[in-house]
């Protein structure tokens, strides 16, 4: 198995170093609605990060980027204990904050866990970047804990970063893990971006 040996996650990620392997890339490509991974989340790493770069959404405004998981490799609807706090500044620089966002809440919700407090715009040069780190998804005795950052430019020409954390509230192992729009209001793909996933030791 190959190694990023140059490559260190540092405190940003888990507080110690560690090395990534590289698992998976997915490219997208227009219309794509969801990536899936279903295999290679297993005892084999106690920890996974999952890398996107440049998501671009299809449609103005009308969603952002969030991710589920599944026990049975089918449904993914785990239920989710979440919290995310959002620092937002706008382009004109008179408008900015940085607070609680309970629209990034979850209380034993099933719903898509969504990484931004802001909509995607698909303005040509409008997109988002971030990573989930997972922790001991294989685990059948505690819950699992997941933690987020994402950067995005939104359609109202905002830049949001946002920080979300949570658990997955089952003893269950995660199998896999989707990415997709979240809190959809219309009919909305991705139409670009790159998505990776890597163990970490």
Same mark, same amino acid.
């Given at each position: ?17 560690? &090395? ?14 969801n ?18 770069n ?5 449609t ?8 589920? %998981?599944?026990t049975?490799?089918?449904n993914y609807?785990v239920?989710?204990n979440?919290?995310?706090?959002t ?5 004109? &620089? ?15 919700g ?7 407090? !802001?909509?995607? %715009?698909?303005? &040509?040069?409008?997109?988002?970047? !971030?990573?989930l ?17 994402? &950067? ?5 020409d905002?830049?949001n970063s946002?920080?979300?954390? %949570? ?31 890597? !163990?970490?030791?």
């Open positions: 198995m190959a190694v990023y040996n140059a490559i260190k996650y540092n405190h940003d990620f888990a507080g110690a170093a560690g &090395n990534l392997f590289p698992l998976a890339t997915s490219t997208i490509s227009s219309g794509t609605a990536v899936t991974y279903n295999s290679g989340i297993d005892s084999t790493f106690k920890e996974y990060l999952f890398i996107w440049n998501i671009h959404m299809s103005n405004g009308e969603s952002t980027f969030g991710f589920q %998981g599944t049975d490799g089918s609807n239920t989710i979440s919290t995310m706090i620092n937002f500044n706008n382009e004109a &620089n008179n408008s900015k904050n940085y607070q609680y966002y309970a629209g990034g809440d979850q209380a034993n099933t719903d898509t866990q969504i990484f931004t407090s !802001g909509g995607y %715009g698909n303005d &040509n040069d409008q997109c988002g970047s !971030g990573y780190h997972l922790f001991h998804p294989s685990d059948t005795t505690h819950v699992k804990h997941f933690t987020s950052m994402c &950067n995005n430019y939104q359609d109202s905002y830049i946002d920080r979300m954390t %949570g658990y997955f509230n089952t003893t269950s192992a995660i199998t896999g893990i989707r990415f997709l729009p979240g809190r959809v209001y219309a009919s909305t793909n991705m139409d670009d971006g790159v998505i990776q996933m890597f !163990g970490v030791k």
